[in-house]
C-alpha cells in the first residue's frame, strides 16, 4: 500500500489517517470488485481549432490527447423519449451516464475530467456508447462528497449521449 499525504486532524474520533484508510477501502472495493471501466476521451484545448469570431470548434477541428481507461462508479439513467421538432414523431434517446470517481485516483493518474470531454462505456463486448461531459463534478463542497462536511473524496461526473454522427472513438 502507498504512503498517503496525512492531513489535519478532523477531529477526536476521526483523524486524517481514518480519512486515508476510509479512502483506500473504498477504492480497493471499487476499483477491484465493481471493475466498471470507461474510456476517458479528453479534448486537447491547445490544438483544438477555433474560429476567431465567436471561439466555437470548426469542423473537425477538435484534437484529443490520448484515450485512457478509468475505473469508477458508472450509473446510466433510463432512457428518454422526445419528440422531432415539432412533429409527434417520438425518438427514445439513451439517458445520461454518472461516473462518480475518487479523487485521489484521478490525482495519482494526474487525469482530469473536463466540460466538454467523452466518455465511451461498453454497454456489451462489442458495443461501446458515447456520452459528453456536461458536469465535470468540480464542485464537492456538499456533505455528499465530504466526509463530515470536511475534504472532498470523490467527483461525480454527468455526461449526455451523443450519436455516433457525432463522436465515434478514436479507434
Known amino acids: 500500500m502507498e504512503k498517503l499525504v496525512p492531513i489535519t486532524r478532523l477531529g477526536k474520533f476521526f ?14 472495493w471499487l476499483e477491484g470488485d465493481m471493475n466498471f471501466t470507461v474510456i ?8 483544438t481549432k477555433t474560429d476567431d469570431v465567436y471561439g466555437e470548434t470548426v469542423k473537425d ?7 485512457v481507461e478509468l475505473k469508477g462508479l458508472v450509473k446510466i439513467a433510463p432512457s428518454v423519449e422526445s419528440k422531432l421538432g415539432n412533429s409527434k414523431l ?10 462518480s470517481v475518487y479523487q485521489k485516483y484521478l ?29 465535470d ?22 455526461a449526455t449521449y451523443v450519436s455516433e454522427n457525432d463522436f465515434n472513438g478514436l479507434w
Open 61 to 67: 477541428g477538435v484534437k484529443f490527447l490520448p484515450p
Open 90 to 99: 417520438a425518438q427514445e434517446e439513451p439517458g445520461n451516464i454518472t461516473f
Open 107 to 135: 490525482d495519482d493518474l494526474d487525469i482530469d475530467i473536463q466540460y466538454g470531454d467523452y466518455l465511451g462505456y461498453y454497454e456489451s463486448e462489442k458495443r461501446v456508447r458515447y456520452y459528453n461531459v456536461s458536469n
Open 40 to 47: 476517458l476521451y479528453r479534448v486537447d484545448k491547445y490544438k
Open 137 to 158: 463534478g468540480r464542485v464537492v463542497s456538499d456533505n455528499k462528497h465530504t466526509y463530515g462536511g470536511y475534504k472532498p473524496f470523490y467527483r461525480t461526473i454527468v
Open 15 to 28: 483523524s486524517g489517517d481514518d480519512f486515508n484508510l476510509e479512502v483506500e477501502m473504498g477504492k480497493e
